[in-house]
């Protein structure tokens, strides 16, 4: 048995289509608005709702097969599937005349002409403007104290231009650069030409130190983090994290999970830090930090407090911040963090204990 591909419709045939059940729909309403119905109206009207219910069905069938193939021939993912699905589409657009299409080229036409009158300078010239000569009074002069404020507004120690002349040499050479200036300034008010050589500039591209790949460290990892001393770290927190960050990465080494590399593979190539280790570091540091305090501030008073009163709610109870130290390190650990560089010592032998147990 062969398999023979059916031709495809063509957008004519779909905008037909479409102009069929909307033709369709309006009989349908002015049957259903009508006041006196005959035999024959409401035969008719019975017969609209059957069609009009098949077309539906079979254009939303014809729909849904159109965008499972599109998918299979581009072999994108269930993810970008899913994201495709959940966009809106506009289905239908009035111009101007209030006329509605459902034609794709037509709404695009329309949007281009909306946007386009939009942003279209309409604002009318007076027809009893008086054109003003640089020469009249009307245009006063720069005066030399004009010119000696706006260099002393100036920005200081700021990268000079083709000429390599900053704001401060300006100023350091007093009246005689301001009688130039003044002099100059004045000179272009009244011809209304600029020298070209102002319009010139220099660009230095200055670049990031090290391996571009850092700039996830430097950036992107304590963007994800703010605040992270804080947390109260639970399993799911730590998975969608580790999840969010090996996404980030495999988006980096344009790999995709169809790929089928492993993690630990995709790690060795980037020699990115661990999202979770990294957390674990913060908030030991903090807790060490805290623990230290001398002034009695409400961040130790809060971490030491003890509620006496109120019903302790069913079940578990919400994991709170000291709850991971408490599980490694008991209760005195807020005597063993008084010795700063013991502390710092355990440090990364515990985390790696939080690690195993997360």
Request: aromatic residues 6%; proline residues 4%; hydrophobic residues 30%.
């Amino acid at each position: 048995m062969e398999l023979t591909e059916k031709p495809t419709e063509t957008e004519k045939d779909i905008n037909e289509e479409d102009k069929i059940i909307e033709e369709l729909e309006r009989r349908r309403k002015e049957l259903r608005k009508k006041e006196i119905k005959t035999a024959i109206d409401r035969v008719e009207y019975t017969e609209l709702n059957k069609t009009v219910k098949k077309k539906r069905r079979a254009r939303t069938r014809r729909k849904r097969k159109e965008f499972v193939l599109n998918i299979l021939e581009q072999r994108k993912g269930p993810k970008e599937t899913q994201k495709n699905r959940n966009k809106k589409k506009i289905a239908q657009m009035k111009d101007n005349n209030g006329k509605k299409t459902t034609d794709r080229e037509e709404i695009l036409e329309i949007c281009k002409t909306f946007y386009k009158s939009l942003y279209e300078k309409t604002v009318p010239t007076p027809t009893n403007t008086r054109t003003q000569s640089p020469d009249t009074d009307d245009v006063p002069s720069f005066t030399k104290s004009e010119v000696r404020k706006c260099l002393k507004d100036m920005r200081e120690n700021k990268s000079p231009g083709p000429d390599d002349i900053t704001s401060d040499v300006l100023l350091i050479a007093g009246e005689p650069a301001l009688d130039y200036l003044t002099k100059c300034f004045n000179e272009i008010l009244k011809t209304g030409k600029i020298p070209t050589s102002w319009e010139e500039a220099k660009i230095i591209v200055v670049y990031k130190k090290g391996d571009p790949r850092q700039v996830y460290d430097q950036c992107i990892l304590p963007t994800m983090t703010y605040g992270c001393q804080t947390w109260s770290m639970t399993k799911a927190v730590g998975q969608k994290l580790r999840v969010a960050q090996r996404a980030m990465e495999r988006k980096m080494l344009g790999l995709k999970l169809t790929d089928k590399i492993s993690c630990k593979e995709i790690r060795n190539k980037t020699q990115f830090s661990d999202i979770a280790q990294y957390i674990e570091k913060q908030k030991w540091k903090w807790a060490g930090h805290v623990a230290r305090l001398q002034d009695n501030r409400w961040t130790l008073r809060v971490t030491e407090w003890q509620p006496r009163n109120g019903k302790r709610s069913r079940g578990r109870q919400a994991r709170r911040w000291r709850d991971d130290i408490v599980r490694r390190m008991e209760n005195t650990w807020t005597r063993e963090a008084k010795d700063k560089e013991e502390w710092r010592r355990g440090a990364e032998g515990l985390i790696l204990q939080w690690m195993d147990g997360a």
